[in-house]
């Protein structure tokens, strides 16, 4: 694989728009997919493999100095499949930046130190309890269709308020 700057992981809609923008620009492009790009990009590499092998991965990635995730299985499969793509994804980044480089360049970049400051919610599951919260302060989560009602609620007072909606006829 001839070197390139940018790695996109993904070649559905997102991975794509972004290919395409970053190839306009005349920057050096691979996406990366387990099917291969339907038709070719002038300029744009396509690999295709499976990222969740860590030495696909690390061969798909090496060199490159950004990698955009834009990985997205079918919406049917997201609970099996996108955990281990997201995690591929991550390491194959951090092949590229180790973890201490990042603290050292969020000494002078804010956005790279909220970056490494945010990590852990990458690095273990992600698992959302309220319970202490509930208990000391005897709070309740809003169940998801009160919470869809209320949105949808506010949403539409919005719009009936809204002199921009008196324009348009609403």
């Known amino acids: 694989m001839d070197a390139v700057d940018h790695v996109v992981l993904g070649a559905g809609a997102v991975g794509m728009a972004i290919a395409e923008a970053l190839a306009r620009r ?5 996406v990366v997919n387990r099917s291969g790009l339907r038709e070719p990009i002038a300029g744009v590499q396509s690999v295709t493999g499976d990222i969740t092998d860590p030495a696909f991965a690390a061969s798909a990635t090496r060199g490159a100095r950004v ?17 281990g793509l997201q995690a591929a994804a991550i390491a194959a980044a951090q092949a590229i930046t180790p973890a201490w480089q990042m603290r050292a360049l969020g000494l002078v970049n804010r956005t790279v130190r909220e970056i490494s400051e945010m990590r852990y919610e990458f690095d273990e599951p992600f698992v959302v309890d309220a319970s202490r919260a509930e208990t000391a302060l ?8 009160d919470a869809v ?5 506010w949403y539409r007072d919005q719009a009936i308020a809204s002199p921009a909606a008196d324009r348009n006829g609403a």
């Open 26 to 30: 005349g920057e050096s492009v691979r």
């Open 67 to 83: 990698v955009y995730q834009a990985l997205n299985p079918p919406y049917h499969r997201w609970a099996q499949e996108f955990p």
């Open 138 to 145: 005897g709070l309740r989560a809003t169940p998801l269709a």
């Open 149 to 153: 009602q209320q949105t949808v609620r």
